[in-house]
Nanobody, 121 residues
Framework: HVQLVESGGGSVQAGGSLRLSCVLS????????FGWFRQAPGQEREGVAI???????RYADSAKGRFTISRDKAKNTLYLQMNSLKSEDTAMYYC????????????????WGQGTQVTVS
């Protein structure tokens, strides 16, 4: 049973930084894709960044140049470093995994954390 637990959210002023963490547990051997998604009130969940087992990375246009996704396999932890935050980055942020297609579409992901709130003012 795959479990994901996010942390690191909070309130920050525009231009500031946050680092989100996601501890993963309970998975079995296999090829996974890992991603960060976000959802603002009244909006659909959107992909922010994904990273494959082979460390191929893809970012949403809104994240390019500001956010960095990384993974520490030894710690079973996924990270999202967010710099130069803007008010439009305010959302609940979720980490997720899948063994299916690896892209920025939320519907392709099977396992989700509970989310961590990021508020930029």
């Amino acid at each position: 049973h795959v479990q994901l637990v996010e942390s690191g959210g909070g309130s920050v002023q525009a231009g500031g930084s946050l680092r989100l963490s996601c501890v993963l547990s309970g998975w079995t051997y296999g090829s996974y894709c890992f991603g960060w998604f976000r959802q603002a009130p009244g909006q659909e969940r959107e992909g922010v960044a994904i990273i494959t087992e082979g460390r191929n990375i893809r970012y949403a246009d809104s994240a390019k140049g500001r956010f960095t996704i990384s993974r520490d396999k030894a710690k079973n932890t996924l990270y999202l470093q967010m710099n130069s935050l803007k008010s439009e980055d305010t959302a609940m942020y979720y980490c997720a995994t899948t063994r299916r297609r690896c892209g920025l579409g939320a519907s392709d992901f099977d396992h989700w954390g509970q989310g961590t709130q990021v508020t930029v003012s």
